[in-house]
């Protein structure tokens, strides 16, 4: 039971830590959401590019790989991949290899999502 539970405890501590993070961001300062989701992908992507979110994904798995910074996190690792087997011409296609079965399922998911519960304006 312990071994499930040392991975749950780290998955939801990094999580819950960018999630407060943003939250702070959000009634702190005048950011917009749109801004601060750019600010979180960015992050992932210039800390994944130079290393250093890797060790946190292998610390905190899905604490880490779920969030946006982990979104960024996988854009910069195609991009890094496509580098090294396209050379620089890597840098206009491995983020959007990388990214694109993630990408793909928001899209279906979103698409039945929005059938299933028939969307409506709140007014």
Do not use: H
């Amino acid at each position: 039971m312990l071994q499930l539970l040392i991975p749950l405890g780290k998955a939801f501590l990094v999580g819950g830590i960018l999630c407060v993070v943003g939250q702070i961001l959000i009634d702190r300062t005048k950011l917009t959401p749109a801004k601060i989701l750019v600010i979180y992908v960015v992050s992932g992507v210039i800390l994944g590019a130079v290393g250093l979110y890797e060790p946190l994904v292998k610390w905190a798995s899905a604490g880490a790989t779920i969030p946006l910074t982990g979104f960024g996190n996988v854009l910069a690792a195609g991009m890094r991949k496509a580098i090294e087997e396209q050379g620089i011409l890597g840098v206009f296609s491995g983020a959007f290899t990388a990214g694109a079965a993630g990408l793909g399922a928001v899209v279906v998911f979103g698409y039945l999502a929005a059938v299933v519960f028939r969307p409506r304006d709140k007014s």
